[in-house]
């Protein structure tokens, strides 16, 4: 709405009028700051990256919060909408409040479907089912409040248990604590090709991230590394040849 306004005055006044105009109204009124749900800005690259796109179909992976850290609140707003997946056992209740378009699932998501026991902290970012994780936690929350028994399942079968069942994805996107790598071997990448994909990766520099599994699984998928917001990783899928 505002560069329209912008463009069109700059015509209208030319650009030694609007040079002069724009300073005082930047003095005044404008503070250019631009709103971000997530936690690193990485919903800020996906704005600029789907530019033009009013709807689109994202997956959310260890989704937490339908606001606070989401990496596609901004994309829901715009008209966006698609799956949310957090394993923590009534964190969906505000998806379902918040998002009644989405399709709201509570589930661990790993290669390996069965059973396995989350770490929680309550309605906490930090919950986890991997070993890993949950020593790095403990560290700074101490010891989870409860150990549950959670279903797990595979991201592609949750998937085809959906509405998005064969549905072109623009956005994957996990944050699923220590789980991550196991999350993306779980989906069947010959029938499910997101454009983008955004893991978590705590890495120091970029040449440990290059040697990490999972740079190496997703360049193997036939994705390429397009942008790093520590310590996210943000892949783009490579064109078909």
Not at 87 to 115: I, Y
Request: overall charge neutral.
């Amino acid at each position: 709405m505002f560069r329209p306004v912008q463009q069109g005055l700059r015509r209208w006044l030319g650009p030694t009028r609007y040079g002069w105009l724009k300073q005082r109204l930047d003095r005044f009124l404008f503070r250019y700051r631009r709103r971000a749900y997530a936690q690193f800005g990485e919903d800020l690259f996906l704005d600029a990256y789907f530019h033009g796109q009013a709807t689109g179909v994202y997956v959310d992976v260890g989704a937490f919060h339908p606001r606070q850290f989401s990496n596609t609140q901004l994309l829901h707003e715009r008209g966006w909408r698609g799956l949310n997946v957090d394993a923590t056992p009534g964190s969906m209740r505000l998806f379902d409040a918040l998002r009644p378009g989405d399709v709201n699932v509570e589930a661990a998501v790993s290669d390996e479907p069965g059973t396995v026991v989350l770490h929680s902290w309550g309605l906490h970012a930090e919950n986890t089912i991997t070993a890993e994780q949950l020593r790095a936690a403990e560290h700074a929350l101490g010891p989870p409040a409860e150990r549950i028994e959670v279903a797990a399942r595979t991201l592609t079968e949750i998937l085809d248990a959906s509405p998005l069942r064969d549905a072109a994805i623009d956005l994957l996107t996990v944050d699923a604590e220590g789980a991550d790598l196991a999350v993306l071997r779980s989906l069947d990448w010959r029938r499910y090709r997101p454009r983008i994909v955004i893991s978590e990766a705590l890495r120091r520099d970029l040449e440990s991230l290059v040697a990490s599994k999972r740079y190496v699984f997703l360049r193997e998928q036939g994705y390429r590394l397009v942008a790093w917001h520590p310590p996210s990783v943000i892949f783009e899928r490579e064109p078909e040849a």
